[in-house]
C-alpha cells in the first residue's frame, strides 16, 4: 500500500497563487509518471498535470500555462504550483500515480474566490 499525503491548500482570491505539495511513502522514481488530479463538487475526478520520472509535464488545457508540475525523486515527493488561481480551479487536489492509481489520500482544498 502506497499513502500520499497532500498539503498546501487554502482559500486563494482570484489571481492568486498556492503551492502544493504531495509525500509519497514510496519511492517516485519506482512509482514512474506522477499526476495531480482534482475533484470538484458535483464532478468527477480528473487529471490536470503529469510529470514523468524524467522530469518532462503534461497539463490538461485548463491550467496550462498556469500551473507547473515538478517532483523531487530524492524526497519522494511532487509539487503543483498554481498561479493566476480561478474560481474553477476549486476543488479537492489529490497526487498519485499517472497510470493505475491506487489508495487515494485525503487531498488538500483548494478554494478561489473573491
Known amino acids: 500500500q502506497v499513502q500520499f499525503v497532500e498539503s498546501g491548500g487554502g482559500s486563494a482570491q482570484p489571481g492568486g497563487s498556492l503551492r502544493l505539495s504531495c509525500a509519497v511513502s514510496r519511492s517516485i522514481f519506482n512509482i514512474g509518471a506522477m499526476g495531480w488530479y482534482r475533484q470538484a463538487p458535483g464532478k468527477q475526478r480528473e487529471l490536470v498535470a503529469t510529470?514523468?520520472?524524467?522530469?518532462?509535464?503534461i497539463y490538461a488545457d485548463s491550467v496550462k500555462g498556469r500551473f507547473t508540475i515538478s517532483r523531487d525523486n530524492a524526497k519522494n515527493t511532487v509539487y503543483l504550483q498554481m498561479s493566476s488561481l480561478k474560481p474553477e480551479d476549486t476543488a479537492v487536489y489529490y497526487c498519485?500515480?499517472?497510470?493505475?492509481?491506487?489508495?487515494w489520500g485525503q487531498g488538500t482544498q483548494v478554494t478561489v474566490s473573491s
Open positions: 510529470v514523468t520520472r524524467s522530469g518532462n509535464t
Open positions: 498519485n500515480a499517472k497510470n493505475s492509481p491506487v489508495d
